[in-house]
């Protein structure tokens, strides 16, 4: 990489590869959108709904930002150093920085781990709404209920695979186009059914009119709020996207950190609005269309669809959780390739993986198999268990937890130096960091406890221990195991030679 002595507020790592990537390619808007995408918060809305009331009552909102604020904080962390290290390695690159190459490793493998299992995830729910809303739409109830076919599910699911890993595949720019005409149709419907939702509410059997207590978290108990944060904290995972495409972005050490902090709030306004029009329509009571009801609250849009937004408009909302799970299953290969596409490069893993396609200047080899693990990772755990697939989904915040979390004490650790040379690097290098990181971690702590318990997930455990503890933690460990056998192997990584920790750093010109 050429470095140039220019301006010093533009200082970046001089052992960084250049992997190929299509340059200068998505803007500040595309790069909210690609992170709006990846949040998927039509789908993540229905899914979350119900858990945040069952948890906290009346005081979604509370839980809502509270899940939101270690979100900000380690953006922050995120944006300080893709100033540095522009690279689309970013957890995986920025903790071996800070921390060297083991924990950077680890660091890597839970990033790739979690949006691997999201993609399968993704793909499950696409396909259940998409025979929803085809069951509706030609009124045959066999046909909204397909989805419940193994066989139709799976094969369903891996043709929905196969388009989103040819998306990716084309380019970010294709990846791109697509995704400002899902995310903007979402948003529009999530919009109109907040709307019609305020209008209706004095006219629901369960609904409720809006009080500023909502907002207040007097009342809630620490229980509650901490059993909702870990779901509230899992609605906002995904807005890294935006910096993932650093090295395709404009002006790669300004654009993605901006673009993150953008999504983030706008991720933010949206839950709350739509949230809050929900609870005044439904209410949060355990009958009927109450929210609090268990018979909906994994899938709050499919039973408020019709009644708020009537016949045939209810179709629509369908189509928008369908198009936000579509939209989030494409975006998410980014995260999950250009992070196997940093650690390859580094020589961290095999180097194929770091194979460039040389039309659409994407790393190929990986998202193809990206989308074929995801695709064999779901097709053997529905077949073989519901119930490991289901602990495998919720022991994702084990894996977002710790590696958002880690990412945030690499920022203070790496910039250690200068955190008090002036007042802008204590507070965004030093304290927003430091309080996202404690935030996250702490979530992990009450997550791994409350995993333990045989009761948490879909209720499996082996000897007694809850199994989706066995699987987060198992899954990590799967990586330290994989790591000493690719460090016996090929340890230059490991050595020091391909990325060194804590490099001193130069000036370029942006």
């Not at 009346?58 to 509270?66: F, L, N, T």
């Not at 921390?99 to 781990?113: D, E, K």
């Not at 268990?385 to 990412?407: E, Q």
């Amino acid at each position: 990489m050429q470095i140039e002595e220019h301006d010093p507020h533009h200082a970046v790592e001089t052992d960084l590869e250049q992997k190929g990537l299509s340059k200068n390619s998505v803007g500040v808007l595309g790069s909210v959108v690609l992170g709006i995408s990846s949040v998927a918060p039509a789908y993540t809305l229905t899914a979350t709904i119900g858990i945040l009331v069952t948890q906290a009552g009346s005081k979604m909102a509370v839980v809502i930002i509270a899940g939101f604020l270690p979100m900000f904080f380690a953006a922050y962390a995120y944006r300080e150093l893709n100033k540095v290290a522009p690279d689309c390695g970013t957890s995986f690159t920025w903790t071996t920085k800070a921390f060297g190459p083991y924990i950077g490793w680890i660091g890597g493998w839970a990033a790739i781990l979690a949006t691997a299992i999201v993609l399968s995830n993704l793909s499950g729910v696409a396909v259940q709404f998409l025979y929803q809303f085809l069951g509706d739409a030609f009124r045959n109830e066999a046909l909204g209920q397909l989805w419940q076919n193994r066989g139709v599910n799976v094969v369903t699911c891996i043709a929905l695979l196969a388009g989103a890993t040819y998306v990716a595949y084309r380019g970010i720019t294709t990846t791109e186009k697509v995704q400002f005409f899902l995310v903007g149709f979402q948003l529009i419907v999530l919009l109109a059914f907040a709307g019609t939702a305020i209008v209706k509410s004095g006219s629901s059997p369960t609904g409720i009119h809006f009080d500023w207590d909502w907002f207040s978290p007097s009342g809630l108990t620490l229980s509650a709020f901490i059993a909702g944060l870990s779901g509230s904290i899992f609605a906002f995972w995904g807005w890294d996207t935006c910096l993932t495409v650093n090295e395709e972005s404009k002006g790669s050490t300004k654009t993605p950190g901006r673009a993150a902090l953008l999504t983030v709030m706008s991720i933010l306004l949206t839950y709350l609005l739509v949230a809050t029009a929900t609870q005044m329509y439904a209410g949060v009571g355990t009958e009927g269309l109450g929210l609090g009801n268990e018979e909906i609250s994994e899938n709050v849009f499919g039973a408020l669809a019709h009644p708020v937004m009537g016949d045939p408009w209810h179709l629509f909302l369908y189509l928008a959780v369908l198009a936000s799970s579509t939209a989030s299953l494409i975006t998410t290969f980014l995260p999950a390739t250009r992070t196997i596409l940093g650690m390859a490069s580094y020589k961290a893993l095999p180097p194929r993986f770091a194979a460039i396609h040389p039309r659409f200047l994407t790393p190929s080899y990986a998202t193809v198999v990206a989308g074929a693990f995801a695709a064999a990772f779901y097709s053997i755990l529905t077949i073989v268990s519901a119930r490991v697939l289901t602990d495998t989904i919720y022991s994702l915040g084990i894996m977002i937890c710790f590696y958002y979390g880690l990412t945030a004490f690499s920022c203070v650790w790496y910039f250690r130096n200068e955190l008090f040379s002036s007042f802008q690097n204590f507070v965004f290098k030093l304290l927003f960091p430091l309080v996202g990181g404690l935030g996250l971690f702490g979530v992990l702590g009450v997550t791994l406890h409350d995993a333990a318990s045989p009761e948490y997930g879909s209720g499996a455990s082996i000897f007694g221990v809850g199994l989706v503890l066995i699987l987060g933690v198992g899954l990590i460990l799967t990586g330290l195991i994989l790591m000493f056998v690719w460090r016996a192997a090929q340890p230059a990584f490991f050595r020091g030679e391909t990325l060194r920790k804590d490099t001193p750093v130069l000036v370029m010109d942006d």
